[in-house]
C-alpha cells in the first residue's frame, strides 16, 4: 500500500509540474493580453512533435508552418509599402533573414546529429516564434475586442493547428527519446530520470520567468501592461510588443512541456488539446491572474489524475475536469465576499 502511495505521488508530482508550465503559460497570456488562450495546448504538440522529427533526422513540419507564417507577414504588411516602403523594406528584410536562419539552424542541428538536449533548444527556437505569429494574426489587429471574441478566436486556431498537424504529422504517434534513459530506486520506488528532468527544467523555467520579470526592462513592461494596459499605454510602454513577448514566452514554456511530456506518452497530433485543458483547469484556481495558487492548482490536477488513473482509469479526464466546477465555485463565492 505505501509503495503505491509513494508511486502516485511521484506520478502526480511529475504531472503537476508538466502542467506548472502550461499553468504559467496561460496566466501571463491572460494578465497581459486578456486572452484566455484555449489554443495555448496547440504549442505543446508542435513541440513535442518538432522534437520527434529531430530527433529522426527529419526535416521538422514546424520549419514549414514558421516560414509560411513569415511569409504571410509580409503579404499583411503590405499595405505599409506605399506609406513607408524603407520601413516596410527593412521589415520584410528582417522576416526573411530570419526565415533563413531558422531553415539554417534546422540544417546545421540534422547534420551534426546533436543530443537530445541540443535538438530541445533547436525545436524552441522553432516554436516559441509560432506564439508572435499567432498573436499578430488574431490578437493584434482587434486589441479591444472582448474576452468571448478571443475565446472563439482561440478556438478556431486550436482547430486550425490541430487540423494542419494532421495534414503535416499524419494521425500516427511519434515515439520520443527522454533527456535521459534509465531511473533510481529509492526505497521501494523507481523513479525515472525523465521525472528529475522534468523537475530541474520546470523548476528552472519557473525561475526564469520570475528573474525576467522581476530584473529586466522587459520584464517591467510586461507587469506594467498586466497591472493596466492603458496606463502603461500612456507611459510609453509599446503594449503590443508586451503582448506580442507573452505569447512568444508562453509558446516556449508550452513546447518545453510537449517536450518532456512525449516521452512519457508518445507525441500526436491531438495531444496538444486535452493538456491545454488541464493546465487551464489549474490556472483556473488562480482565476487565471494569480500565479501560486495557479501551482497549486495544477499538482490537484496531477495528483487527481495520477489517483483517478489508478482506482477508476476510465474516468480518469472525467473526474479531472469535473474539478472545475468546485473551482469556479470557490472563485465566485471568493468574488463576492471580496466585493463587499
Known amino acids: 500500500m505505501t509503495d503505491t ?16 508550465l502550461l499553468a504559467l503559460s496561460l496566466v501571463l497570456v491572460f494578465t497581459v493580453t486578456r486572452v484566455v488562450n484555449i489554443a495555448q495546448g496547440e504549442y505543446v504538440m508542435l513541440g513535442a512533435l518538432t522534437l520527434a522529427d529531430l530527433l529522426q533526422g527529419r526535416m521538422p513540419g514546424t520549419l514549414y508552418l514558421l516560414v509560411g507564417g513569415l511569409a504571410l507577414c509580409v503579404l499583411l504588411d503590405a499595405p505599409r509599402w506605399r506609406r513607408d516602403w524603407r520601413r516596410a523594406l527593412a521589415f520584410a528584410g528582417g522576416l526573411i533573414v530570419a526565415a533563413v536562419a531558422a531553415v539554417a539552424l534546422t540544417r546545421g542541428a540534422l547534420a551534426l546529429q546533436l543530443p537530445v538536449i541540443g535538438m530541445m533548444a533547436v525545436a524552441l527556437v522553432l516554436v516559441a516564434p509560432i506564439g508572435v505569429l499567432i498573436y499578430r494574426f488574431t490578437v493584434h489587429p482587434i486589441p479591444n475586442a472582448t474576452t468571448i471574441v478571443f475565446v472563439i478566436i482561440s478556438v478556431g ?5 490541430q487540423g494542419l498537424g494532421l495534414l503535416i504529422w499524419g494521425a500516427n504517434p511519434y515515439p520520443v527519446d527522454p533527456i535521459a534513459s534509465g531511473g533510481l530506486m529509492m526505497g521501494p520506488v523507481f523513479i525515472p530520470y525523465q521525472s528529475f528532468a522534468i523537475l530541474i527544467v520546470a523548476l528552472l523555467s519557473m525561475g526564469g520567468l520570475y528573474l525576467f520579470s522581476e530584473f529586466t526592462l522587459m520584464g517591467k513592461a510586461l ?14 510602454i509599446p503594449v503590443n510588443m508586451a503582448g506580442g513577448l507573452a ?12 517536450m518532456l511530456l512525449a516521452p512519457l506518452i ?4 491531438e495531444m496538444g488539446f486535452m493538456v491545454g485543458l488541464k493546465g487551464f483547469v489549474g490556472a483556473a484556481m488562480g482565476g487565471l491572474v494569480d500565479y501560486p495558487l495557479s501551482l497549486v492548482g495544477v499538482m490537484i490536477v496531477g495528483g487527481l489524475e495520477s489517483t483517478s488513473a489508478y482506482l477508476a482509469s476510465a474516468y480518469r479526464d472525467v473526474l479531472v475536469f469535473s474539478l472545475l466546477i ?5 472563485r465566485n463565492a471568493k468574488q463576492r465576499v471580496e466585493t463587499r
Open 326 to 330: 468546485p473551482i469556479l465555485l470557490w
Open 5 to 20: 502511495i509513494l508511486f502516485l505521488l511521484v506520478d502526480g508530482l511529475t504531472n503537476g509540474l508538466v502542467y506548472a
Open 247 to 258: 505569447f512568444l514566452l508562453a509558446a516556449a514554456f508550452s513546447a518545453i512541456s510537449g
Open 157 to 161: 486556431v486550436s482547430m486550425i493547428v
Open 223 to 236: 507587469q506594467a501592461s498586466a497591472m493596466n494596459r492603458l496606463g502603461a499605454q500612456f507611459c510609453g
Open 266 to 269: 508518445t507525441a500526436n497530433y
